[in-house]
């Protein structure tokens, strides 16, 4: 029984770098930025200085992750602060709530 | 000279204002404006920085009842507030935000009543204030073409005025009745008008969120216990059906800051079946005309309001507006109460919703020290985003700065929306005999640029 309780993948932390570097191509694309998806430092901030992204690039990202992985973004989530503080930390937060 | 009164609520226990659905009344209202007048310091400009909707209605009621002057700027980068403060020496910064970043002096509005020696002096009987209609209400900001921002001085009367008319093309909707959510900020011009002076003046309630993402707009909307009105921008309209977001019964939508296609104009009808009316409008002229996007493609002016074409030019007068303005798009009237619009002056960009022009733009770019030489322009060859948005690029002679440097100088200079995507460096502008940049040399350039760096092109 123990079994079932694991989680599905076998190797979470190749898949997580896999959906770090998938969302940092769709927010290249989506937001036409003038760099390359593996340009983008996993560990810096997405808002202000770091990207350089304004409210309009966060609008559209969570377009981007509504239509990709079916998750509605919310700006009185109290994770907030923490999602967007880094494309790592945002790729973990779609991680745990995609729904597909 | 007549007077207005502050607010139509002539009820103490009418609503005024809704936080997270639940209710502030008019006598509360007018407890916190008088709580509030009183402590505000001698300076007579504010510059109102409140997020909270229901504190900037607060605050600008307080700067009326004591005869201050808001300040409205459309942006507030250092570069914009460094203006301001030459402008009005004696300006003060009301904000609802104990870590507020404005530079300037600083009135928290939030602090508790209870904790104010002056609020007793808030009158115990219900009475409305009125206020004159020839005082000076507020300085709204363009961007002009010389760097420093442009003022224009907006008198309570007209103001009034404006948004009586706005009033009567929301029919058949009482507004008294509906609650009126904005997903635009208090500070621009069209927020200012449609999401806090229209419920003030209509006797509708303002709601104190700014919701954001489409989920937060279905959310603050769900809260409301009343006939519901969404003042919007063609931005977060396209967000709500890119996202097929569900939202709750709403009698109204109104949208404006930048045209609106008509095709989207009719699947938000039938989507959240609802009407959609669009509102013309600039800071210069207020708000003006109306259409119903989805069925008609000419503007019906506002009662009074006429134009008058003369050399090309537009000129708006009449009604609510204060003086002749000549309007820097291209309308063309049908008749004494309509018109067509053909879009706008080259110059001007509206990225979001946001206005400027590529003058005011390069004025900036070229003010960077080590920036040689620099220009703006409109690209037409990239994609528009899924809300929508199609971003500015530009070209700098710059031998000694890095793309980055720059733009981070721009940060400070220029709001965000209009930072360059991208930002080419170049050896020298494509400039023409008599030193203009002709759109087609700026374009070709680009292409060049871009088989050289394609990374940036994404």
Same mark, same amino acid.
């Given at each position: 029984?123990?079994?079932?309780?694991?989680?599905?993948?076998?190797?979470?932390?190749?898949?997580?770098?896999?959906?770090?570097?998938?969302?940092?191509?769709?927010?290249?694309?989506?937001?036409?930025?003038?760099?390359?998806?593996?340009?983008?430092?996993?560990?810096?901030?997405?808002?202000?200085?770091?990207?350089?992204?304004?409210?309009?690039?966060?609008?559209?990202?969570?377009?981007?992750?509504?239509?990709?992985?079916?998750?509605?973004?919310?700006?009185?989530?109290?994770?907030?602060?923490?999602?967007?503080?880094?494309?790592?930390?945002?790729?973990?937060?779609?991680?745990?709530?995609?729904?597909? | 000279?007549?007077?207005?009164? +502050?607010?139509?609520?002539?009820?103490?226990?009418?609503?005024?204002?809704?936080?997270?659905?639940?209710?502030?009344?008019?006598?509360?209202?007018?407890?916190?404006?008088?709580?509030?007048?009183?402590?505000?310091?001698?300076? $007579?400009?504010?510059?109102?920085?409140?997020?909270?909707?229901?504190?900037?209605?607060?605050?600008?009621?307080?700067?009326?009842?004591?005869?201050?002057?808001?300040?409205?700027?459309?942006?507030?980068?250092?570069?914009?507030?460094?203006?301001?403060?030459?402008?009005?020496?004696?300006?003060?910064?009301?904000?609802?935000?104990?870590?507020?970043?404005?530079?300037?002096?600083?009135?928290?509005?939030?602090?508790?009543?209870?904790?104010?020696?002056?609020?007793?002096?808030?009158?115990?009987?219900?009475?409305?204030?009125?206020?004159?209609?020839?005082?000076?209400?507020?300085?709204?900001?363009?961007?002009?073409?010389?760097?420093?921002?442009?003022?224009?001085?907006?008198?309570?009367?007209?103001?009034?005025?404006?948004?009586?008319?706005?009033?009567?093309?929301?029919?058949?909707?009482?507004?008294?009745?509906?609650?009126? +959510?904005? #997903?635009?900020?208090?500070?621009?011009?069209?927020?200012?008008?449609?999401?806090?002076?229209?419920?003030?003046?209509?006797?509708?309630?303002?709601?104190?969120?700014?919701?954001?993402?489409? $989920?937060?707009?279905?959310?603050?909307?769900? $809260?409301?216990?009343?006939?519901?009105?969404?003042?919007?921008?063609?931005?977060?309209?396209?967000?709500?059906?890119?996202?097929?977001?569900?939202?709750?019964?709403?009698?109204?939508?109104?949208?404006?800051?930048?045209?609106?296609?008509?095709?989207?104009?009719?699947?938000?009808?039938?989507?959240?079946?609802?009407?959609?009316?669009?509102?013309?409008?600039?800071?210069? #002229?207020?708000?003006?005309?109306?259409?119903?996007?989805?069925?008609?493609?000419?503007?019906?002016?506002?009662?009074?309001?006429?134009?008058?074409?003369?050399?090309?030019?537009?000129?708006?007068?009449?009604?609510?507006?204060?003086?002749?303005?000549?309007?820097?798009?291209?309308?063309?009237?049908?008749?004494?109460?309509?018109?067509?619009?053909?879009?706008?002056?080259?110059?001007?960009?509206?990225?979001?919703?946001?206005?400027?022009?590529?003058?005011?733009?390069?004025?900036? +770019?070229?003010?960077?020290?080590?920036?040689?030489?620099?220009?703006?322009?409109?690209?037409?060859?990239?994609?528009?985003?899924?809300?929508?948005?199609?971003?500015?690029?530009?070209?700098?002679? $710059?031998?000694?700065?890095?793309?980055?440097?720059?733009?981070?100088?721009?940060?400070?200079?220029?709001?965000?929306?209009?930072?360059?995507?991208? +930002?080419?460096?170049?050896?020298?502008?494509?400039?023409?005999?008599?030193?203009?940049?002709?759109?087609?040399?700026?374009?070709?350039?680009?292409?060049?640029?871009?088989?050289?760096?394609?990374?940036?092109?994404?």
């Amino acid at each position: 029984m123990s079994e079932h309780a694991l989680p599905t993948q076998t190797t979470p932390h190749i898949d997580a770098l896999a959906l770090e570097r998938e969302i940092a191509q769709l927010i290249v694309k989506g937001l036409n930025l003038p760099m390359q998806p593996e340009d983008i430092d996993p560990e810096a901030a997405l808002y202000g200085e770091g990207l350089g992204l304004d409210s309009i690039d966060i609008l559209e990202i969570a377009l981007i992750v509504s239509k990709q992985y079916g998750i509605q973004l919310r700006a009185d989530n109290q994770e907030n602060a923490r999602i967007f503080t880094s494309l790592r930390n945002f790729a973990q937060y779609v991680a745990e709530q995609r729904i597909k | 000279m007549s007077a207005l009164p +502050l607010i139509a609520h002539d009820q103490p226990t009418a609503v005024v204002a809704y936080r997270r659905g639940r209710p502030i009344s008019a006598a509360q209202f007018l407890h916190d404006v008088h709580a509030l007048a009183w402590r505000l310091p001698t300076g $007579a400009h504010v510059l109102n920085f409140c997020d909270d909707r229901y504190w900037f209605a607060v605050g600008l009621a307080a700067s009326l009842v004591s005869g201050k002057c808001s300040i409205l700027p459309s942006t507030h980068t250092p570069e914009v507030i460094r203006h301001l403060r030459a402008f009005a020496p004696d300006v003060f910064c009301l904000s609802d935000d104990p870590q507020c970043p404005i530079e300037l002096p600083q009135v928290l509005c939030t602090q508790p009543a209870a904790a104010l020696n002056g609020s007793s002096r808030a009158p115990v009987r219900f009475q409305v204030p009125q206020i004159d209609a020839g005082q000076l209400a507020a300085y709204v900001f363009t961007s002009g073409s010389s760097g420093t921002p442009v003022p224009h001085a907006k008198t309570w009367g007209r103001l009034v005025q404006c948004v009586r008319a706005e009033m009567t093309r929301l029919a058949p909707i009482d507004p008294a009745q509906c609650a009126i +959510l904005g #997903t635009v900020p208090a500070q621009h011009m069209y927020g200012f008008e449609s999401t806090v002076l229209l419920p003030l003046q209509s006797g509708a309630a303002l709601c104190a969120e700014r919701p954001f993402f489409p $989920a937060d707009i279905a959310a603050a909307l769900r $809260a409301l216990p009343r006939a519901r009105v969404l003042i919007s921008t063609p931005v977060h309209l396209r967000a709500l059906l890119t996202a097929e977001q569900a939202l709750p019964e709403l009698q109204l939508i109104v949208s404006a800051t930048a045209m609106l296609p008509a095709n989207l104009a009719r699947e938000v009808e039938s989507r959240y079946g609802a009407t959609l009316l669009e509102i013309y409008g600039s800071t210069e #002229t207020g708000q003006m005309a109306s259409r119903r996007t989805a069925l008609e493609d000419q503007w019906w002016l506002w009662p009074g309001v006429q134009l008058t074409l003369s050399d090309g030019h537009c000129s708006v007068h009449g009604g609510h507006v204060e003086q002749p303005i000549t309007v820097a798009d291209v309308l063309e009237p049908t008749d004494a109460e309509h018109f067509v619009l053909h879009g706008r002056t080259a110059d001007l960009v509206n990225i979001a919703g946001k206005r400027s022009s590529l003058a005011y733009l390069n004025h900036q +770019l070229n003010a960077i020290p080590g920036v040689v030489d620099g220009a703006f322009f409109v690209r037409d060859d990239s994609q528009a985003s899924l809300a929508g948005v199609t971003r500015l690029a530009a070209l700098a002679v $710059a031998p000694r700065l890095d793309a980055a440097h720059i733009i981070k100088a721009l940060r400070a200079r220029i709001d965000a929306v209009f930072l360059p995507r991208p +930002l080419l460096l170049v050896e020298h502008l494509p400039r023409n005999a008599t030193g203009k940049l002709p759109h087609h040399a700026l374009v070709a350039l680009t292409a060049q640029a871009a088989m050289q760096q394609p990374h940036l092109f994404a």
